[in-house]
């Protein structure tokens, strides 16, 4: 206490000045109309920033709930939308359910490599199943492999073993998307034969061949193509449209029908 008083006498001079000049400008903005309106449009300023300040610290901190909340929207919709079909009335019937959508996060991705994983943040205990497909808002990202009880890994479609059927778009022509670990942005489209009409830009999308993915998922445009060294078929440089550096969120699709039609296509090869 004896320190708080030593410190006020000190410096007396300094707060009584301060005071006086407050006191001043009391009566100064009380007396003058000019000097009122000047004092409030200040005041109203300054309140005005910092209620927006307050306003985006509070926006910035309810980020990852938005971010969440969204998320959770979008797993619902791609649901919806891989469950669509047209009855024979040809109105749109969203009442089959034969996909299941999952969100997850990524915890760990690779993409320099020959053969690529990313590591995702939900397993066994959420529903994740091996052979599931995974992607992004923007297209595919690749196929579970391994899943343990809390979290899985996912073959890249940068990874020299992944095979995924794949067709341009607007047309029934489909080959097998691969990996030749030449660069990250790209993957090339095998099997196309040389008779198909090609054109720098057109959209590469899943095709129906698959029992993984559903049709028509973006994969990316073509980059440039050749004829292979037989002349039969075209290679075909695909530029992705995930950014395969920078991913974040991802959906897990599973095919309900999928362990019958491999036992029914097994039972079949052995007969």
Do not use: C
């Amino acid at each position: 206490m004896q320190r708080i008083i030593n410190f006020v006498l000190r410096y007396r001079n300094a707060f009584l000045y301060g005071f006086l000049a407050i006191i001043s400008l009391i009566i100064t903005v009380r007396s003058h109309s000019y000097h009122q309106s000047k004092f409030f449009n200040s005041s109203k300023w300054l309140t005005g920033n910092i209620y927006g300040s307050a306003a985006d610290v509070s926006s910035y901190f309810g980020l990852r709930e938005e971010n969440n909340r969204l998320v959770k929207e979008n797993e619902r919709l791609r649901k919806l939308l891989f469950n669509m079909k047209v009855d024979s009335s040809q109105q749109l019937d969203s009442s089959f359910v034969a996909y299941e959508v999952l969100s997850a996060k990524l915890i760990k991705n690779s993409y320099t490599s020959p053969r690529n994983y990313i590591t995702i943040n939900k397993g066994r205990n959420q529903g994740v199943k091996q052979d599931m497909g995974v992607i992004t808002t923007k297209g595919i990202l690749g196929i579970v492999e391994n899943v343990s009880s809390n979290f899985a890994t996912v073959q890249s479609v940068l990874n020299t073993k992944s095979n995924i059927n794949a067709k341009i778009k607007h047309s029934e022509y489909f080959g097998s998307l691969v990996w030749t670990a030449e660069d990250y942005t790209m993957a090339q489209l095998i099997d196309i034969p040389r008779l198909v009409p090609l054109v720098v830009g057109d959209t590469i999308v899943t095709g129906g061949m698959s029992s993984i993915f559903p049709e028509n998922i973006p994969i990316g445009t073509i980059k440039k193509y050749d004829l292979n060294t037989a002349g039969s078929f075209y290679n075909i440089d695909v530029e992705l449209f995930n950014d395969m550096a920078n991913i974040k969120n991802v959906y897990l699709i599973e095919n309900k029908s999928r362990e019958e039609i491999k036992t029914l296509e097994a039972r079949t090869t052995n007969e």
